[in-house]
Nanobody, 125 residues
């Protein structure tokens, strides 16, 4: 049974930083593409970032480029999202996602097979 468990969310002031973690179990983590999505109230779940199985390739949404960094530690079965220069519009529930394959980086949520329960990030102005 695949489990993705996010942590690290919370309340932060605009301009601040948070690091989200996602601990994975039940899948061959080191050979799987992983990603982060977010969903704000009343909006669709949106792509944030994805990372290849090796960590050598990443793709980020335009809205977070230059501020967010995705990384992974395959020895710990964990993927991270470091969020700097946070803005109120970054407020959302952030979800970790995993794929059954390592076939390339995808931003569409339909390509992801496994999802965590989400962690709330709130950025105050």
């Amino acid at each position: 049974q695949v489990q993705l468990v996010e942590s690290g969310g919370g309340l932060v002031q605009a301009g601040g930083s948070l690091r989200l973690s996602c601990a994975a179990s039940g899948l061959p983590f080191s050979s799987r593409t992983m990603g982060w999505f977010r969903q704000a109230p009343g909006k669709e779940r949106a792509f944030v970032a994805t990372i290849s199985w090796s960590g050598g390739y990443t793709l980020l949404a335009d809205s977070v480029k230059g501020r967010f960094t995705i990384s992974r530690d395959n020895a710990k079965n964990t993927v991270y999202l470091l969020m700097n220069s946070l803005k109120p519009e970054d407020t959302a529930v952030y979800y970790c996602a995993g794929r059954r394959t390592n076939a390339g980086l995808q931003s569409a949520k339909e390509y992801y097979d496994y999802w965590g329960q989400g962690t709330q990030v709130t950025v105050s102005s």
